[in-house]
C-alpha cells in the first residue's frame, strides 16, 4: 500500500464514499500495522464530534415566511419526516379505502405519534385500545366510519380490539395488513428495521402482504408473522406471547435478537444515536430482559456477555470490540 | 422517491408545509456554509432565507432541477459571493474566496485538556487552503456526498478526494503532536476523542 494514498483511504471510509474494493483494502492495509487502526480510530473520533446546534434554524423559517407575507405552518420539529411517511403510506393504501368504503365523504383523518421514549395509551371510537410505542404514528379516518375499521401504522402498536364480527378490523403498514375481528396484538413496521411483522396474544388474525393480496397467513396465539425486506412471502413463525407487549410497560425483551436491531430498539426507547464500530459486532445476538435500567446501564450489561468498549458522546454511544494497545 | 424530491414535489404545488420541511431539513447546514463565507451568522440567516424565498417563487419551474440539495447550496453559494464582492462590477469565484471559517467542533465533556486538543486541530485545519477547509467542511459538518461536493464546488471529486486527505493527515500530526506533551497511552487518547465518561 503506497503511503500517501492512506489519508485518502481514511477519508472516503470516513465520508461514506468507499466501495467494496476499497473496503477490502482498508481492511488490508489495517491489518498491517495496530497504527494504522489506531490513526482510523482517533480520527473517527473526531470525525463524529457533533458540530453544537443553533437555534438559527428557528429564525430563518420564521424570516423565510415573513418575507413571503405565508403563516409559518404550526407543525414543527423532526415530526414531519414521518408525516412525510405517513402521507406516502396513506397513498399506497388509498385505494383499499376506496374500495373499503365507497362514501363519498372527504375523508378526515385522526393523527397520534409518539417522540422517543414514549408510550401513549390510545382509545378508538368503537372502544378498541392501542398502545403506540415510540417513534410511532397511527392515524384512521374520524369516528372509525366504513365497512371496514382501518387504521394506519407506522411504526409499532399493540392493539387490543374491541369485538364487532360484522366489521372487520383491519391495521394497514407499507408491508402487510393484519386483518381481525376481536383479539389482542402486537404489530411492529418501523421502516428502518428491515421486516415488519405481526404477533398474536390472543384470538384470531389473518396477516396479508400488502403487496400480494394472495399471499396470507392465519396466526393462533404465539405465532407471528413476518415479513422481511428483500422477501416476497411472508414467514410465520413463533413467539413468546409475554414478550409480545412487554414493552407496554416499558420493559425491553429480547429472545435471540441482534445486536443492530436491540441497538435500533434502544435508540427509539432512549432518543440516542447508537453506533457499531465494526461489523463483526453485527453478528452477536442477545437474550435479555431489562425493565428500568438506563441505557447506560443495559449497554454494560450487554458488554459483560461480550467484550466491547463503550463510548459516550452526548446522545451517542459508540460500541467498538477493537482492543487497546496497552 | 427520496425526501427531499418528495418536498419539492409539494412545495411545486403550493404546499406551504412542504417549505416548512424543507427548512427544517436544509436550514441548519445552509447556514453553517454560508456562515463559513460570510462570517456573520446575522448575514448567514438573512442569505439563507433568501434561498428558500427563491425557491418558493420558482415554485412552478422547480421540476427542472436534478439534484434539490446542491442547487440550495449554489444559490445560498452565489449570494454569499454577491455579498463579498467590493463593488457591483466585480465578479467573485470560489478562487477569489479568501477564508472559509470552519464551524467550531464542541465535544459534551468539559475537560479543559480536551478542549486543548481540539484547539490544537482546529487550528491545523484552519492553517489549510479555504478550498480545503470547504471541501472537508461540507464532507465532515454537513455529510454531503463527495458528488455533491463536486457540484456546489465545481472542482472534480478526485480533487476533492485529495483536499479531505490532507485535512485529515493534518489532524492526525496535531494529534501526534499533543500526544508528544502529555504521552497518554492509546486508550487515553481515544477516549479524549470520544469523549467518553466510562
Known sequence: ?326 | MPLLQQMVLRIQSGDEQALHDLMQEMADELLLFATGLVKSSKLAEEIVSDTFVKIWHKKRKLHEIRDVKSYLYIITRNACFNHLRSSKEELISLDDIQDFQLPAMHSSDRESFQEEMLELIHQAIDSLPPKCKMAFSLAKIQGLRYKEISNIMGISVNTINNHIAKALELILEALNEHKDLTPPSSKKLLSIMLGITL
Not at chain 1, 413571503?68 to 414531519?80: A, E, H, T, Y
Not at chain 1, 438506563?294 to 451517542?316: H, M
Open chain 1, 1 to 326: 500500500m503506497r503511503e500517501k494514498n492512506r489519508f485518502e483511504q481514511y477519508a472516503r471510509y470516513l465520508a461514506n464514499e468507499n466501495n467494496t474494493n476499497e473496503d477490502k483494502s482498508l481492511e488490508a492495509l489495517l491489518s498491517q500495522d495496530k497504527k494504522y487502526l489506531e490513526e482510523l480510530k482517533a480520527l473517527s473520533g473526531y470525525w463524529n464530534l457533533v458540530q453544537q446546534k443553533s437555534n438559527s434554524k428557528h429564525r430563518v423559517v420564521k424570516k423565510t415566511f415573513a418575507k413571503l407575507g405565508l403563516n409559518q405552518p404550526r407543525k414543527i420539529g423532526s415530526v414531519f419526516i414521518r408525516y412525510a411517511a405517513a402521507i406516502a403510506l396513506l397513498l399506497s393504501v388509498a385505494v383499499n379505502i376506496y374500495l373499503g368504503q365507497r362514501t363519498n365523504d372527504s375523508l378526515e383523518m385522526v393523527e397520534a405519534q409518539t417522540a422517543s421514549g414514549e408510550v401513549e395509551e390510545i382509545k378508538l371510537p368503537d372502544g378498541s385500545t392501542v398502545w403506540l410505542n415510540s417513534m410511532s404514528t397511527i392515524f384512521y379516518p374520524k369516528g372509525l366510519q366504513g365497512k371496514q375499521r382501518n387504521v394506519f401504522l407506522d411504526g409499532e402498536a399493540f392493539f387490543e380490539v374491541a369485538k364487532d364480527a360484522r366489521k372487520p378490523f383491519i391495521v394497514h403498514t407499507s408491508e402487510m395488513q393484519v386483518e381481525v375481528l376481536g383479539t389482542r396484538f402486537n404489530v411492529s413496521s418501523y421502516n428502518n428495521d428491515g421486516y415488519t411483522s405481526a404477533s398474536l396474544e390472543e384470538g384470531r388474525v389473518k396477516v396479508y402482504n400488502a403487496k400480494n393480496d394472495v399471499d396470507f397467513v392465519e396466526l393462533v396465539p404465539g405465532q407471528k408473522a413476518l415479513l422481511a425486506e428483500g422477501q416476497e412471502k411472508l414467514l410465520r413463525s413463533v413467539c413468546n406471547t409475554k414478550d409480545i407487549s412487554a414493552w407496554k410497560e416499558g420493559r425491553i425483551r429480547f429472545y435471540n435478537t441482534s445486536l443492530p436491531q436491540i441497538a435500533k430498539k434502544l435508540e427509539r426507547k432512549f432518543g440516542a444515536t447508537i453506533i457499531l464500530m465494526d461489523p463483526e459486532m453485527e453478528k452477536l445476538r442477545y437474550t435479555a430482559d431489562f425493565e428500568d435500567e438506563s441505557l447506560g446501564e443495559i449497554l454494560s450489561l450487554l458488554n459483560i456477555a461480550y467484550d466491547f468498549q463503550v463510548y459516550k458522546n452526548g446522545n451517542r454511544y459508540i460500541l467498538s470490540t477493537l482492543k487497546e494497545q496497552q
